[in-house]
């Protein structure tokens, strides 16, 4: 466990609210999840961001000790560091609806950021009966705007990779150091656009983003709004992507509000 930002005075607090950590097998990947307070029928359920794991939500788990989390690292991340073969954004999400039956989950609040919003997104929208309310931070799952220098990078890459040359140079750097399995699956969720999903999300939702994001710009925080009916926006004028980090007082003052009125 990673108590670098926690507070010397709660550190003995948080340790305490540490339940269980276990493992579950879906499609021959271990999927590590642990439960933070009471184990509860009805959680906090905690969709970290592509490239981390379930601790980066410490700062936020600290800020409510009184309720339930559910902390799941996605494969392969954190400890969950199997590479899954194949999958695209519906084997996560359908790997946490499994994780969910197999712990006699029947409703839960999701607290999703960046890819994990994409998880969220579908599992609120395909599993109605499962979803109470829903935070969006950073979330992606938007086709991005994209300029005519990238198209052109993107047709490049393509006559290069088809006449045999070197693509090396493409891709971020993130990308570059994934697996071809990893990348394989990256390209799957990536590309995948949700935006006829988000229509159907009927819990109450919370859309978070940061004014500085440029990960996940504010333009697709104002498009998720507009798509998903019962939602509300909030933009927090100092922060980047990682909102609940970069501005922790001002989004868990939004998200206890939300919580106070829509979570279980």
């Known amino acids: 466990m990673n108590f670098e930002f926690l507070s010397k005075n709660k550190q003995h607090i948080y340790s305490a609210l540490i339940k269980r950590t276990m493992v579950y097998t879906y499609q021959d990947i271990n999927v590590y999840y642990r439960f933070i307070g009471t184990e509860s029928a009805s959680p906090i359920l905690l969709l970290h961001g592509w490239g981390c794991d379930g601790d980066i939500f410490d700062r936020v788990v600290e800020a409510f ?33 499994s994780l969910c039956e197999h712990l006699h989950i029947k409703r839960c609040d999701l607290l999703a950021h960046s890819f994990g919003g994409r998880v969220a997104i579908l599992i609120s929208a395909l599993n109605e009966k499962l979803v109470n309310s829903c935070v969006l931070c950073g979330c992606a799952g938007l086709k991005p705007k994209r300029g005519i220098g990238y198209h052109f990078k993107v047709l490049n ?16 750097n993130d990308y570059k150091m994934l697996s071809d399995d990893m990348k394989k699956v990256f390209n799957e969720v990536v590309n995948q656009d949700l935006k006829d999903y988000c229509p159907l999300i009927k819990a109450p939702c919370l859309i978070i983003f940061g ?3 440029r990960e996940t710009p504010v333009y697709m925080a ?9 939602s509300h926006l909030c933009i927090l004028p100092d922060a980047g992507h990682f909102a609940f980090i970069d501005s922790q007082l001002s989004f868990t003052r939004k998200l206890s509000l939300f919580w106070e009125e829509f979570s279980l």
């Open 65 to 97: 000790p009184e309720k339930s989390f559910l902390s799941i690292d996605f494969p392969p991340f954190g400890k969950s560091c199997q590479t899954p073969v194949n999958w695209n954004i519906f084997s996560y999400a359908n790997m946490v609806i």
């Open 157 to 172: 890459y393509k006559m290069r990779k088809k006449l045999g040359l070197n693509t090396s140079k493409y891709g971020s």
């Open 211 to 213: 004014q500085k994001d």
């Open 222 to 230: 104002k498009k998720l709004h507009k798509k998903i009916t019962n």
